[in-house]
């Protein structure tokens, strides 16, 4: 009965259109690697029903949305639609007629049950592959006002008004593996005792330590927990899973897999939903900068991190330095000049969803973690071209200031220089080139007028080989700054780090600062836990 070939029309909604049937977009909120994507596919819409489509698929959609916890983490949600045409409306044994030719062939009275809505599942699901290939679950949407829907592979919902809290029940079984609270009789597998049941909301045991929901209940409920009493907390009610004994729920009523007239989860399948919602996302969608850090010891330091867009999201950030805890709570850590010493480091943040609506999370699927490699240099304090540290000049032997290198870092010092007729200055610092007493002047030599000369034959001397002040003799300009202090006649002196605003120019300061909003390399932890 699928006929998908045949509705494979062009049909222009201003929409894009991969393949051949437009595929409209009706959320997007971040990257399909770090979200579940729903795909909706119509079925009973004809040509002239399309624009219908959109509206109806909307409208399931803020209804969907409308409750706990799908409102809180419909951003972790993407949704696009599939305009797949069909020739007749509705769906088989529905409001239209028992027979209708529709793309995916939906029809009621599925396993003789009059509101069971099933579909062609292999032609939806190729369907989805094919236009929506990154779908993680999908909804079959059928234009048939009658009440009805399925769960499974694929949610399946009518445009009954209380098609909504179908497809809220049937999603809890599609995503997050819930059972039907029902106590009516249908066939169906029964728990492995050894195992216990697999659902989050069903289990054969009765000890209290034993109940997977136990942090749901109070110590003083007992357990197994009465029916009937009117008690609305989370016990341990008898009766689960189309049978009346011998199989537990955690709630007596009200819980939307109990019964569709409920507008609400019990605390014990919500919590199953969020949990099934991270399973596709991370608490960190992007980090910044993008990669490893190379930096100067002067720099300041910028880390951030950005979450999904949740409703009433209650995040928390540890940042921790080499594994200590460092001061900053928020989504951006900053560290301040000479907070990291030269050396390797590795800064991480730890962000995790504190919901209240989840207190078993074995597998940490509400946490995210991001670290960053920083490798640190001394911080040099100097200009590039010009020397930077200090001269050194003893027993006659003078060495030079180390010179500034290009990325800013000073290099190291240049090797010794004899004076000559000289000696040292009173400041150990450099040669002197000029005398006035002969204790100014090397052994051998002795001082007449400005000049040393020598004792053995009265010619002036030579004069001293390098460390002499910086630039003495140099015209080149020279700016002070706040990182240093340097005029023609004296050394820079450095300041402390914390202050010396060093590294301009250097590539490493740049990386650091780099504040882009790169889409982070971040593993794909899609079908994690
Ligand atoms: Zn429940």
Same mark, same amino acid.
């Given at each position: ?309 949740? %409703?009433?999201? &209650?995040?928390?950030? /540890?940042?921790?330095? #080499? =594994?200590? *805890?460092?001061? +900053?709570? !928020? ?114 030599? %002795?001082?007449? &007028?400005?000049?040393? /000369?020598?004792?053995? #034959? =009265?010619? *002036?001397?030579? +004069?001293? !080989? ?64």
């Amino acid at each position: 009965m699928s006929a998908l070939a045949a509705v494979a029309v062009a049909w222009a909604l201003g929409v894009s259109t991969p393949g051949s049937l437009p595929v409209e977009t009706l959320q997007r909120t971040g990257p399909s690697e770090q979200r579940l994507d729903l795909v909706i596919l119509g079925d009973g819409y004809r040509d002239v029903d399309q624009s219908k489509l959109t509206a109806d698929a909307e409208t399931l959609l803020e209804g969907l949305f409308g409750i706990s916890p799908y409102r809180q983490y419909r951003g972790l949600m993407n949704v696009k639609l599939i305009h797949a045409e069909s020739r007749d409306n509705g769906a088989d044994n529905g409001s239209y007629g028992a027979v209708r030719d529709t793309a995916f062939g939906a029809y009621f009275n599925c396993s003789g049950v009059s509101y069971l809505l099933c579909v062609d599942y292999s032609a939806v699901l190729a369907a989805a592959a094919v236009y929506v290939p990154e779908y993680d679950q999908a909804i079959v949407l059928v234009n048939d006002p009658k009440y009805g829907g399925s769960g499974g592979s694929v949610a399946v919902a009518s445009t009954h008004p209380n098609a909504v809290t179908t497809l809220r029940h049937e999603l809890g079984h599609s995503l997050a593996r819930l059972a039907d609270e029902y106590e009516q009789t249908f066939p169906y597998p029964s728990c492995d005792a050894t195992l216990d049941c697999l659902e989050p909301n069903a289990t054969v045991r009765t000890g209290r330590s034993e109940v997977k929901w136990n942090a749901w209940i109070d110590p003083s409920t007992a357990v197994p927990t009465r029916e009937g009493t009117g008690f609305a907390g989370i016990g341990l009610f008898e009766g689960c899973r189309y049978l009346t004994a011998g199989v537990y729920r955690p709630k007596d009523t009200g819980c939307l897999m109990k019964t569709n007239a409920s507008v609400s989860f019990c605390s014990v399948c919500a919590e199953a939903l969020v949990r099934a919602a991270w399973r596709y996302s991370n608490p960190i969608d992007r980090v910044a900068p993008s990669g490893a850090v190379t930096a100067l010891a002067c720099d300041a330091l910028s880390f951030g991190v950005t979450t999904p867009p949740l %409703e009433d999201a &209650s995040w928390s950030f /540890v940042w921790t330095v #080499d =594994g200590a *805890p460092v001061a +900053g709570s !928020g989504r951006i850590l900053d560290l301040p000049p000479g907070t990291l010493a030269p050396g390797g480091h590795v800064v991480q943040v730890r962000v995790q969803d504190s919901t209240a609506l989840v207190r078993n999370d074995p597998t940490g699927l509400l946490q995210g973690v991001a670290s960053w490699p920083v490798t640190v240099s001394p911080c040099s304090v100097c200009r590039a071209g010009l020397a930077c540290g200090t001269s050194l000049c003893v027993d006659g032997m003078a060495r030079p200031a180390p010179m500034c290198g290009s990325s800013g870092q000073c290099g190291a010092a240049g090797p010794s220089v004899s004076c000559g007729a000289y000696a040292c200055d009173a400041e150990g610092l450099a040669c002197r080139t000029t005398c006035s007493i002969s204790a100014d002047c090397a052994a051998g030599y %002795e001082c007449r &007028s400005t000049q040393c /000369v020598s004792l053995a #034959d =009265g010619t *002036p001397g030579p +004069g001293g !080989g390098g460390g002499g002040p910086i630039d003495a003799g140099s015209s080149r300009a020279v700016t002070p700054d706040a990182g240093w202090l340097a005029d023609a006649g004296h050394s820079p002196v450095p300041l402390p780090p914390a202050s010396c605003g060093c590294g301009a120019g250097g590539e490493g300061a740049a990386a650091a600062l780099l504040w882009l909003a790169v889409a982070g390399a971040l593993r794909r932890r899609r079908a994690r836990g």
